[in-house]
C-alpha cells in the first residue's frame, strides 16, 4: 500500500499549535474591529488575471503561481496573496468607502520550502480602499504595531520608505537601469537576468558582488514628485505622533509590483534565518483601476503568521494555549460512569475526556496526566456502590472522597471557579 505525506512547503498544524493558530487570529480580530475593520473571506482560487495584477515582473506571478485550467476550461490560481482579491471584491460589490476589511487564511507560492518559508502559508491583514491621506498610512501600520505588542513581541523593527506615484518609480527605475546597465559587468549574473525584469528588485539582492553597486546607485528619495514627498513626510510626522519607532530605508522595495508611496515592513530582529520580514504592505492606489473599477486609493498589510510565531517562539512570548480539558474521568468500573459523568460536566461548562476500552488503572492514569487537565476523577466498583467518587488534584496528587450528586460543585471549587 502507497503511504502519504504532506506535499513539500507544507504542513499539518496539530494540537496544541492549531489552537494557538486560532488565538493567534482572534487577537488579530480583536484588534481590528475595534478600529473598525469588518471580516471579509475571499475565495482561495480566482481567475488567474486578479492575480496577474500583482505584478507580471514578479517571481510571485513568473514562477511560483499555482494557476490550473479547471474542468470549465477556465484559467484559474491559487490565491498567492489576498490585497488582489480585496480588490476585486471591492469593484464587485462597490460598497461605501473608506472600506476598512481584514482578512485571515491560507495562501500558496510555489517557493523554494525552508524554515520559514512554505508553499502553504498563512496571513492576517487588512486593507482600506477609498482614502488617500497620510494619517491614515500611520494609523495602519499601528495597527500591525499594536498587534505585535498584544503578542508579546518587542523586537519588531518597522522599515519605512516611499516608492513615489507611478510616475516617480519609473523615472526611478529607468536610473537605475541606466546606473546597473553601466556597470553591467560587476553585477552577479542573477542580478542581471533580475535588471532585465525589474531594476528595483535588484536593490534586494543579497549577493557580496552586487553590494557597492547597489550602496553607489541612485536614491528613491531623489526622485520623488513634490507632492509624494510631502505625503512621505506627513506619514513620519503621524507615526512619531503616534509613538511608533520606525526608521527610513530608501532601499526597501517589495517583492510586488502594485505599491505606489508607502511602504512599510516589519522585520524581527530575533530570527536569525533569512527570513526576518514577519510582515508588509503598503499604498496601492493604481490597483483597483487595473481590476477595471474606478481610480481608488488603497493601502494595508499582511503579515505572516507563520513566520510571526517563529518570532514569538524565538522571544518566548504567546506559547500554545493550556488544555481545554478540565477533568479527566478515570473509570474502573467498565466506562459507562466516565460516559455519564462526562455529560454531566460538559454540559455546565466544564472540559472533561475519559478514557475507553476498558484500559487498566494504570493506563488511565497516564491518558489523565497526558490530557493536561487539572483534575481528575476516579471511580471503581466501592465509589459506584457508596454513590460517591474520587476527586484527585493533579498537581500535589491529594484526593479526597466527594458525593456523587455534589461532585459538579465540588469539581467547581477543586478548579477555582
Ligand atoms: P508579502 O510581503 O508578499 O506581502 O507577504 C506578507 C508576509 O507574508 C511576509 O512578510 C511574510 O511574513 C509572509 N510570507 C510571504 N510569503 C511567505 C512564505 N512563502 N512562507 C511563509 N510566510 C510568507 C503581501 O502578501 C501583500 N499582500 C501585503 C499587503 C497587503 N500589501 C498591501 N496590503
Request: proline share 4%; with cysteine; hydrophobic share 40%.
Amino acid at each position: 500500500m502507497p503511504s502519504f505525506a504532506t506535499s513539500p512547503g507544507t504542513r499539518d498544524i496539530l494540537a496544541p499549535d492549531s489552537a494557538r493558530w486560532r488565538r493567534f487570529q482572534q487577537v488579530f480580530a480583536d484588534v481590528v474591529e475595534t478600529a473598525g475593520f469588518g471580516h471579509i473571506i475571499p475565495p482561495m482560487f480566482e481567475d488567474l488575471g486578479v492575480f496577474l495584477r500583482v505584478g507580471e515582473s514578479t517571481e510571485i506571478v513568473t514562477k511560483e503561481m499555482y494557476d490550473f485550467e479547471d474542468k470549465g476550461g477556465r484559467r484559474v490560481a491559487l490565491r498567492p496573496e489576498q490585497t488582489a482579491s480585496v480588490c476585486r471584491a471591492f469593484v464587485e460589490h462597490r460598497p461605501v468607502t473608506p472600506w476598512k476589511v481584514w482578512y485571515a487564511g491560507p495562501n500558496f507560492r510555489y517557493e523554494k520550502p525552508q524554515q520559514g518559508r512554505y508553499r502553504q502559508f498563512d496571513q492576517v491583514g487588512v486593507e482600506v480602499l477609498g482614502v488617500d491621506d497620510p494619517q491614515l498610512d500611520a494609523e495602519v501600520i499601528a495597527l500591525g504595531m499594536e498587534f505585535y505588542r498584544r503578542l508579546g513581541l518587542t523586537k519588531v523593527r518597522l522599515s519605512l520608505n516611499s516608492l513615489g506615484d507611478s510616475g516617480d518609480r519609473d523615472r526611478y527605475a529607468s536610473a537605475l537601469r541606466t546606473h546597473f546597465s553601466s556597470n553591467i559587468d560587476a553585477l552577479s549574473a542573477e542580478s542581471r537576468a533580475t535588471l532585465e525584469r525589474n531594476p528595483l528588485r535588484v536593490l534586494d539582492s543579497k549577493r557580496a558582488e552586487d553590494a557597492q553597486l547597489i550602496a553607489a546607485s541612485p536614491r528613491m528619495a531623489d526622485h520623488l514628485s513634490p507632492a509624494a514627498e510631502e505625503h512621505f513626510l506627513q506619514v513620519q510626522t503621524s507615526l512619531r505622533a503616534a509613538g511608533v519607532t520606525f526608521h527610513v530605508d530608501d532601499r526597501l522595495v517589495r517583492g510586488l509590483d502594485y505599491y505606489r508611496r508607502t511602504t512599510f515592513e516589519f522585520v524581527s530582529e530575533s530570527l536569525t534565518a533569512a527570513h526576518t520580514a514577519i510582515g508588509g504592505g503598503g499604498r496601492y492606489d493604481g490597483l483597483v483601476a487595473d481590476l477595471g473599477g474606478p481610480d481608488t486609493p488603497g493601502i494595508g498589510f499582511a503579515l505572516g503568521l507563520d513566520r510571526t510565531l517563529l518570532a514569538c517562539d524565538a522571544e518566548g512570548v504567546f506559547g500554545a494555549p493550556q488544555s481545554r480539558v478540565d477533568v479527566f474521568v478515570v473509570d474502573a468500573t467498565g466506562g459507562s460512569e466516565a460516559g455519564v459523568i462526562c455529560t454531566e460536566l460538559r454540559t455546565v461548562g466544564i472540559g472533561a475526556d475519559r478514557a475507553y476500552e476498558r484500559r487498566s488503572m494504570k493506563a488511565q492514569m497516564k491518558s489523565a496526566d497526558r490530557s493536561g487537565a487539572p483534575v481528575c476523577i476516579i471511580v471503581g466498583d466501592d465509589e459506584r456502590n457508596a454513590n460517591t467518587a474520587i476527586l484527585r488534584t493533579m498537581e500535589g496528587g491529594s484526593q479526597h472522597i466527594v458525593q456523587r450528586d455534589d461532585l459538579v460543585a465540588q469539581v467547581r471549587r477543586a478548579l477555582g471557579r
